[in-house]
């Protein structure tokens, strides 16, 4: 062992691809499995859900608009970036979800493979769910998917790294613009995620991660009138029936959370991707 | 003005129909009273009462969804998808086989013109049982994963503006993916869902597979509310969307929601004018503008302006405003003294903000509930009249000098259920249409629609589609798009 002092790292929020404190200067104390102290994380307050939704919403407009080849190379750099810092990663889910060097880094893998997974879906989604509609007329009329906007994720309490980007990639893969809520007491890979985040193309706005309570967080998003859809998976027992009535005040999307959090081992399907996918519809005439 | 060519009346014979003094439910295959305090239907164009009906109390409703229960354990869930197919093939049959009863019967009910109920509303009833009739046996070849499974009994909410299509949207793709159905259909028209409920009976469709509970608010809460409908289906206000989706929130039930619109029809200064203006009034006035996706926005490119409007004006004079079973009429009566009240309301509020009316010289009739086709000009985006859905043939216009501000203008609302472009130019129809937030986009065209097509909004103007593969994936288990 190197007697060296380790440089450790200030875990920070994500918002519009830069990494601010929360603006409220609250943090709290994120431990390991075992209850050791690991690290300060921020506590993200309304103002900094607020500043996340006005950043995703700017980026919207990019994000949707380029090739969906182009948005399956960034995802697929991405994952290249997450490989690259893969022992932290392993690090860090194993001190956070109290698993073996093993298991952590079987989950560590799946992570990777699962932005892979996804980068490949971008430029295949409009073949399987779009097509040609044979109307009774002379008119052309085709259907697309588009994506629904911008989508608050409650992102899983237990899984900090697979689950996470089991909601997130999904949504981003559609063509969405994501405001992440963090598993609260397992914060950290999901910071080191916005690193990579930062690192591989993503615009900034695109992905912003907020660390800190769910429960308090995601009422703001629940309600926010800016916010198109939300995913509840992560949400706190008991809550999510509450944040879906607040956010049918403006028609969400709601993507309910399973009875129980699922090993994310499974071939996720499109089930992740169509709630934040909407159908355009559009007729020409022919001949006239 | 005077017209150029005088018309005789054309009035469609109404002896095809026959209403009976009251009607009641129509549950597990059969008519039975209500137990509610019943309800008059009145037409709209005369306030003449055409029927009195049973409205369904908690307990009705509770007996209907039994009804769709058992029919769905019992007979529709086993039944060979095929013969569910058969089934509404054969509704679809009857249908065109009774259209024009059908059609009179709904001009008479809803106060639209024959001309529309008969070339539009009907046929395509008929068409939408007819499409999902050939999906029942080929749910597995439909692309939304594997082993699709119904949800079991859907409960359905439909509106007053398009009473037998609305009926025909809701109820053709819940049984071709093998669920039951308990319906409540518009407190002002309900007629027309009860002679559909005697097809069933012709069509010897099981028991309990379709029921039909008439009533108000009170009784679509019921529906919507019970334990056990596995799935929501509603079309109708955006603020009762809320509320459903509130009331839904936290259960195991499945929703679709059809909802309300502001729709921008968007004229470019290389846009075909005469067309342009035929889908303007199409746009607007069609079913006197009681339609959600409605052109109800016009946003025109300022040079064409002056010109465009002079041409619309002309184009609304030649309107006919009067007997919806006159087969001139092109307008017929509002479908309730209360919708009226709103449009009246609205349209007063637009003048105070300091928008320009304009309305064709028009004699109505003495009775009943009308309203002339309206144009504002001079409407600013941040009017009543810009913003809110007026329901009724009142048509806002707004004007932009470039494609961006047109999107913007376009964009800048709360709904997103359909929107219009005219141009001659593809490419631009094209750039256009991937920048509207809208379901729908009718380009060169306005308020087509077709059961092979899915339709439906985004935002507040809704989620989940009807029509089209899309359509079946609101109806079926672990189905993977909407």
């Not at chain 1, 809520?181 to 930062?198: G, I, Q, W």
């Not at chain 2, 059969?30 to 003449?48: I, S, Y």
């Not at chain 2, 035929?278 to 946003?299: D, K, P, T, Y």
């Not at chain 2, 000009?377 to 009017?383: D, F, I, Y």
Request: glycine residues 10%; proline residues 6%.
């Amino acid at each position: 062992m190197s007697d060296r002092l380790a440089v450790r790292k200030t875990y920070k929020l994500y918002v519009n691809g830069a990494f601010p404190r929360s603006e409220s200067g609250r943090t709290y104390e994120v431990a390991d499995a075992k209850g050791h102290f690991l690290a300060n994380a921020a506590w993200a307050s309304r103002k900094d859900a607020r500043d996340a939704v006005v950043a995703a919403r700017g980026a919207f407009a990019k994000w949707s608009g380029m090739t969906a080849y182009n948005r399956g190379q960034v995802l697929y750099r991405v994952a290249e970036m997450m490989e690259g810092r893969h022992a932290e990663f392993c690090e860090e889910v194993a001190a956070g979800e109290g698993l073996s060097g093993s298991k952590a880094r079987a989950a560590v893998d799946a992570a990777v493979d699962r932005w892979v997974w996804y980068a490949g879906w971008t430029d295949k989604l409009a073949a399987v769910l779009g097509g040609a509609n044979p109307v009774a007329g002379p008119y052309f009329d085709f259907s697309m998917p588009e994506p629904t906007g911008v989508v608050a994720v409650l992102a899983p309490q237990r899984s900090s790294l697979l689950g996470l980007v089991s909601v997130l990639a999904p949504v981003l893969a559609a063509g969405n613009t994501a405001v992440v809520v963090t598993s609260k007491e397992r914060p950290l890979p999901a910071v080191t995620l916005a690193e990579v985040l930062a690192t591989s193309d993503v615009p900034g706005g695109v992905v912003n991660v907020l660390t800190g309570d769910a429960e308090e967080l995601g009422t703001w998003l629940a309600e926010h009138a800016d916010v198109d859809g939300i995913d509840l998976t992560g949400a706190p027992a008991g809550r999510a029936m509450e944040f879906e009535r607040e956010a049918a005040g403006t028609v969400k999307r709601v993507l309910r959370p399973p009875a129980t959090e699922p090993e994310w081992t499974d071939d996720p399907g499109l089930a992740r991707m169509t709630p934040f996918i909407e159908t355009k519809t559009v007729w020409h005439p022919i001949g006239v | 003005m005077t017209s150029l060519f005088e018309y005789a009346p054309a009035p469609e014979s109404r002896s095809i129909v026959d209403i009976a003094p009251s009607y009641g439910l129509f549950i597990d295959g059969e008519f039975v009273d209500g137990t509610g305090e019943p309800f008059k239907t009145v037409n709209p164009a005369t306030e003449e009462v055409l029927s009195q009906v049973s409205a369904g109390s908690d307990a009705d409703v509770d007996r209907a969804v039994a009804a769709a229960r058992r029919a769905f354990t019992r007979v529709w869930g086993p039944m060979r998808p095929a013969d569910r197919g058969k089934y509404l093939f054969r509704i679809a049959r009857l249908m065109q086989e009774r259209s024009r009863e059908f059609a009179v019967l709904e001009s008479l009910d809803n106060g639209k013109p024959i001309r529309e109920s008969r070339d539009v509303d009907v046929p395509l009833a008929a068409a939408h049982f007819f499409y999902h009739a050939g999906w029942a046996d080929k749910l597995d070849h439909a692309g939304l994963g594997p082993g699709p499974r119904p949800l079991g009994v859907a409960g359905q909410v439909i509106p007053w503006n398009f009473p037998l299509l609305m009926l025909a949207w809701k109820v053709a793709p819940a049984l071709a993916t093998g669920n039951t159905v308990v319906l409540k259909p518009a407190e002002t028209t309900p007629l027309t869902a009860l002679l559909f409920a005697e097809i069933c009976q012709q069509a010897d469709l099981p028991p309990g597979v379709v029921n039909i509970v008439t009533g108000a608010g009170d009784t679509g809460r019921a529906v919507v509310e019970h334990d056990d409908v596995d799935k929501v289906a509603f079309t109708g206000s955006t603020e009762v969307g809320r509320s459903i989706a509130r009331a839904v929130a936290g259960t195991r039930k499945s929703l679709t929601l059809e909802l309300g619109g502001k729709a921008a029809n968007i004229v470019f200064d290389d846009a075909p004018i005469d067309q342009a203006v035929e889908g303007i009034v199409q746009g607007i006035f069609f079913n006197q503008g009681h339609v959600c996706c409605a052109g109800s926005r016009l946003l025109v490119q300022e040079s064409v302006h002056d010109e465009v409007i002079a041409s619309l004006q002309r184009r609304i004079s030649t309107l006919r405003v009067g007997d919806p079973l006159d087969k001139n009429t092109d307008l017929g009566a509002i479908n309730s003294a209360e919708q009226l009240a709103r449009i009246h309301e609205l349209s007063d509020i637009g003048e105070a903000e300091g928008a320009q009316r304009w309305q064709p010289d028009c004699v109505l009739p003495d009775r009943g509930f009308w309203f002339p086709p309206t144009i504002f000009t001079q409407v600013s985006p941040a009017h009543r009249i810009a913003r809110d859905e007026v329901f009724g043939p009142v048509l806002s216009v707004l004007t932009f000098r470039t494609p961006d501000e047109a999107v913007a203008k376009a964009n800048n609302t709360t709904y997103g259920l359909s929107a219009g472009i005219w141009s001659e130019k593809g490419s631009r129809i094209l750039k256009i249409a991937n920048q509207l937030r809208a379901g729908v986009v009718w380009a060169n065209t306005f308020n087509k629609f077709d059961p092979t097509s899915p339709f439906g909004g985004y935002k507040q103007s809704g989620y989940g589609r009807e029509g089209g593969r899309h359509g079946l994936t609101g109806y079926l288990k672990g189905a993977t798009h909407s």
